[in-house]
């Protein structure tokens, strides 16, 4: 029983073929394309609207090169919560509770933000090893300690982003498990497990737009020190 409850984390398979690259790519199929016309249908101008408000929230402290990257962190942002939304639906298979997506997301995007600022201004970049002030004898250590901090970066992302997935569709389960077998013995304990397995989901909801949206503010964030 105890095994079966991690069963829902691993990669479906059909025929042999596992189908992780199909479950990343359904929710870009459910968003309507673009249109060219001067009128769009409630949809698009909902979908527009969202892009373009968490755009200018997102890169209003990054100055104009940093606003090359409002593509990548928008796509980032909706492919993100469409996978932790999607994930939530029953017999459906959430892809960012495997970590090895998450740091292919997380990795490839921290290393890009650092080998900008190495190339754009490597003193500055450089220079946030070293606090300013800092005594002599503890300049290695500290040079040491910022330097740690900084490849942890990407594993903290990662490891985030699928902590509090796993953790809310384990919850989920769990409680609904309990709600399912307590039904027949006691209704109405039972009755108030649903209400709690009600208000545990949509609390996940929440957290699977937050999630997202903190993945790639920090991103930014890291975007900002290197700009």
């Not at 459906?92 to 997301?105: H, I, V």
């Not at 699928?162 to 304990?189: D, E, S, Y």
């Not at 209400?195 to 949206?213: D, H, P, R, S, W």
């Amino acid at each position: 029983m105890t095994l079966s409850f991690f069963d829902q984390f691993s990669s479906p398979m059909f025929l042999g073929i596992p189908l992780m690259a199909l479950a990343i790519m359904i929710p870009w199929i459910m968003f309507p394309t673009p249109s060219s016309r001067w009128i769009n249908n409630r949809v698009l101008t909902l979908q527009n609207w969202f892009i373009n408000l968490f755009t200018k929230q997102l890169l209003l402290p990054l100055n104009m090169a940093g606003h090359k990257w409002a593509l990548i962190f928008a796509s980032l942002m909706i492919f993100l919560i469409s996978m932790n939304m999607l994930g939530l639906l029953p017999y459906t298979f959430t892809p960012t509770t495997q970590l090895s997506l998450n740091m292919g997301l997380a990795v490839p995007l921290w290393l890009a933000t650092v080998i900008i600022g190495m190339r754009n201004q490597p003193t500055h970049s450089l220079g946030h090893l070293l606090p300013e002030g800092t005594p002599v004898p503890l300049i290695p250590v500290l040079i040491i300690i910022e330097t740690i901090s900084l490849f942890i970066r990407p594993i903290a992302l990662g490891v985030r982003l699928t902590a509090n997935l796993t953790a809310g569709h384990l919850l989920i389960q769990l409680i609904a498990t309990a709600a399912f077998v307590l039904m027949p013995l006691m209704p109405t304990i039972a009755l108030l497990t649903t209400t709690l397995l009600f208000l545990l989901t949509l609390l996940e909801v929440a957290v699977a737009m937050i999630q997202a949206y903190v993945f790639v503010l920090l991103l930014s964030l890291y975007l900002q020190e290197n700009v």
